[in-house]
């Protein structure tokens, strides 16, 4: 038996605007990601990528059909609960890493568990573990400043990881690194994903993240074409 789906998208449509000066950013999209999976999205500027990783997400509304994650339907929930159940369930990965630069590496990762609750010495041994599986054990005292992009990015990918999420989404990870630090990412990503059987979704423009992916879905005009 296959895998079951972590993520189902149901004829979903994201409109801005309104009368004559509307923009359809998705078309009545219908996918299934499974558990476990990783997953490529990609496509020219302006085709809908980001709009698709903001609306499955839950980061933003849409303007109809229906997303599920692990069964439960986002867009049917508050706004408050909808965020609670975003800080539990799922993590996000961006381009420009995101992180808070007067906080330490172990202070940022860390933070996901304490607005979910946990304690305080459980999130920090648990940031202390991740970082130190992913080569940060000796900048766990460090500001964002003081680490390389390529560094950065890792310490995003703990905090995206950290609460094992249902699914962690990855907006551009490698655009503002240079060809090794995006090697470096993309053999993380793939490493990641085999270890804790993550599943990831990872919009990209780069060929060679999207070769590393189970499978690549290629969006234009807010519909998958291929």
Known sequence: MPPEPVVVGRDVWKVYGTGDTTVNALR???IEIRRGEILAVMGPSGCGKTTFLNCFSGLDDISKGQVLIEGTDIHAMPDNQKSEYRARRTGFVFQSYNLLPILTAEENVEMPLLIAGRGARESRESAQQIL??????????HRPAELSGGQQQ???LARALVAH???????????NLDAEGSHEVTELLRSLNKQY???MVVVTHDEGVAASCDRTLRMRDGQFVA
Not at 132 to 141: A, D, F, P, S, V
Not at 165 to 175: K, L, N, Q, S
């Open 28 to 30: 009545g999209l219908n």
């Open 132 to 141: 130190t599986q992913m080569g940060l054990g000796e900048r766990l005292k």
């Open 154 to 156: 890792r310490v995003s």
């Open 165 to 175: 999420p249902a699914i962690v989404w990855a907006d551009e990870p490698t655009g």
């Open 197 to 199: 059987e993550q599943t």
